[in-house]
């Protein structure tokens, strides 16, 4: 290696700007470090994990009482941020979970509704169980059968997922952040003293690396790591209705539906002013894993015609069954759809943070905060510890 191509020497460096790294490069630079962020292209953008205009959020998260706090403090942020720019990021307008009695949904959504309940009984978080009648009268749009069972959570609601990250972004900017994009970082290389950071152009050091690679984490892991990871292709559709007057935040809370087969999931979001015209919609799918550098970015016909049969059904009234637009997204999910957020296996001065399980937006705000501390300062005041390898 040259000398001449070694740069600046930083606190920490965060590889990937999605989600978790520009919510990390906002909070290290708000401690005061000296911090660089590097992306691969230049968010938010539509490559990876954090795009499609909306993610939902909920305080009493099913899957499990270690994720509530992290939730909670995200609010929290999300809110300062839109106090401090002007921007609104969380809609709490509700949101509604049901499933079909006495299973609460296919697969890791196994009794997904009455974990809700048990997780807000035992955190003392507000919810109400209702008949699927009850849901009707209250929002008639949700076709839900007197087969399923329903809980609402009153503190959920979505997050305009690319303003949060662009707000981020900037403000770390104006804290004095670096921020690099379309470069992609090809090594992290750790020593005793530090840690390189190469891209083709150059070599930066840091005391810190905070690798948020999304889809691409694998990338930055030894092979027997690999398995911790799979990548799916999944698809968000953007639906035509009759009239958008009664999907609106004010008086549509967000919706998450198993059925009894993964492809019968739905997740239905309110649409928020000036977006992508239609209903945001999506399926889950789980079948194949997936390279982000080739997986296939156009939705067919047949996929749409498949979601529309199985998926949406009658499930929404007022829904048209044109798709107005539609676009993939990536899931990284572990083999128990949980966490990882811990060092790397071969050097402590690197901190991975995992793409997480395709229920990570929610949490991300908090997850930066945390990841920021605990490399900046060797711990966090949030509790990260479940979330290790
Ligand atoms: C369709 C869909 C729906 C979802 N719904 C919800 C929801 O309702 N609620 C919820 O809480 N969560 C939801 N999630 C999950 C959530 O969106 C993700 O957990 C989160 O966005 C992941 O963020 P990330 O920062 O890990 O990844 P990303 O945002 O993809 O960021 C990773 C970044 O790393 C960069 N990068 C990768 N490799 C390199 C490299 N070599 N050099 C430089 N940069 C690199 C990429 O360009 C990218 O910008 C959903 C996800 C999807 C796909």
Same mark, same amino acid.
């Given at each position: 290696?040259?000398?001449?191509?070694?740069?600046?020497?930083?606190?920490?460096?965060?590889?990937?700007?999605?989600?978790?790294?520009?919510?990390?490069?906002?909070?290290?630079?708000?401690?005061?470090?000296?911090?660089?962020?590097?992306?691969?292209?230049?968010?938010?953008?539509?490559?990876?994990?954090?795009?499609?205009?909306?993610?939902?959020?909920?305080?009493?998260?099913?899957?499990?009482?270690?994720?509530?706090?992290?939730?909670?403090?995200?609010?929290?942020?999300?809110?300062?941020?839109?106090?401090?720019?002007?921007?609104?990021?969380?809609?709490?307008?509700?949101?509604?979970?049901?499933?079909?009695?006495?299973?609460?949904?296919?697969?890791?959504?196994?009794?997904?509704?009455?974990?809700?309940?048990?997780?807000?009984?035992?955190?003392?978080?507000?919810?109400?169980?209702?008949?699927?009648?009850?849901?009707?009268?209250?929002?008639?749009?949700?076709?839900?059968? #007197? +087969? =399923?069972?329903?809980?609402? @959570?009153?503190?959920?609601?979505?997050?305009?997922?690319?303003?949060? %990250?662009? !707000?981020?972004?900037?403000?770390?900017?104006?804290?004095?952040?670096?921020?690099?994009?379309?470069?992609?970082?090809?090594?992290?290389?750790?020593?005793?003293?530090?840690?390189?950071?190469?891209?083709?152009?150059?070599?930066?050091?840091?005391?810190?690396?905070?690798?948020?690679?999304?889809?691409?984490?694998?990338?930055?892991?030894?092979?027997?790591?690999?398995?911790?990871?799979?990548?799916?292709?999944?698809?968000?559709?953007?639906?035509?209705?009759?009239?958008?007057?009664?999907?609106?935040?004010?008086?549509?809370?967000?919706?998450?539906?198993?059925?009894?087969?993964?492809?019968?999931?739905?997740?239905?979001?309110?649409?928020?002013?000036?977006?992508?015209?239609?209903?945001?919609?999506?399926?889950?799918?789980?079948?194949? #894993? +997936? =390279?982000?550098?080739?997986? @296939?970015?156009?939705?067919?016909?047949?996929?749409?015609?498949?979601? %529309?049969? !199985?998926?949406?059904?009658?499930?929404?009234?007022?829904?048209?069954?044109?798709?107005?637009?539609?676009?993939?997204?990536?899931?990284?999910?572990?083999?128990?759809?949980?966490?990882?957020?811990?060092?790397?296996?071969?050097?402590?001065?690197?901190?991975?943070?995992?793409?997480?399980?395709?229920?990570?937006?929610?949490?991300?705000?908090?997850?930066?905060?945390?990841?920021?501390?605990?490399?900046?300062?060797?711990?966090?005041?949030?509790?990260?510890?479940?979330?290790?390898?």
């Amino acid at each position: 290696m040259q000398a001449d191509n070694i740069m600046e020497h930083f606190n920490l460096i965060v590889v990937g700007l999605g989600a978790m790294g520009a919510a990390t490069l906002y909070q290290a630079a708000k401690q005061g470090a000296q911090v660089l962020g590097i992306d691969r292209f230049q968010p938010p953008h539509t490559q990876g994990s954090t795009h499609g205009e909306t993610r939902m959020t909920r305080l009493a998260v099913g899957e499990g009482p270690q994720y509530v706090p992290l939730v909670k403090r995200s609010h929290e942020i999300w809110q300062a941020l839109t106090e401090e720019t002007g921007q609104p990021l969380l809609y709490l307008c509700g949101l509604y979970t049901t499933a079909p009695k006495g299973t609460g949904g296919a697969g890791h959504y196994g009794d997904f509704v009455d974990r809700v309940a048990e997780i807000a009984e035992a955190q003392n978080l507000p919810y109400e169980r209702l008949t699927a009648a009850e849901v009707r009268q209250r929002h008639p749009a949700y076709n839900v059968p #007197d +087969s =399923n069972d329903a809980i609402l @959570d009153p503190n959920g609601g979505v997050i305009d997922c690319e303003a949060a %990250v662009q !707000v981020q972004l900037q403000l770390a900017q104006q804290l004095g952040a670096k921020a690099l994009f379309n470069t992609m970082v090809v090594d992290v290389v750790p020593e005793s003293s530090g840690v390189q950071v190469k891209t083709a152009e150059t070599t930066f050091t840091a005391d810190q690396v905070v690798v948020a690679a999304g889809g691409w984490v694998r990338s930055f892991l030894p092979n027997r790591l690999h398995s911790h990871f799979c990548v799916t292709r999944q698809v968000i559709y953007w639906m035509e209705v009759d009239d958008p007057a009664p999907f609106a935040p004010e008086h549509f809370p967000a919706m998450i539906w198993p059925g009894l087969t993964d492809d019968e999931y739905l997740g239905v979001f309110p649409m928020l002013p000036n977006r992508t015209p239609g209903l945001k919609v999506q399926t889950e799918k789980r079948n194949l #894993d +997936s =390279n982000p550098d080739t997986v @296939d970015r156009e939705v067919s016909e047949a996929e749409l015609n498949e979601f %529309v049969d !199985v998926a949406m059904r009658d499930k929404v009234k007022g829904v048209k069954q044109k798709c107005l637009s539609a676009k993939v997204c990536l899931y990284t999910e572990t083999p128990d759809h949980h966490f990882v957020v811990d060092h790397h296996p071969d050097s402590d001065r690197i901190i991975v943070v995992s793409p997480c399980s395709g229920h990570g937006f929610k949490h991300s705000a908090a997850l930066g905060e945390g990841v920021a501390q605990w490399a900046l300062n060797g711990q966090s005041q949030i509790d990260l510890s479940a979330f290790s390898w």
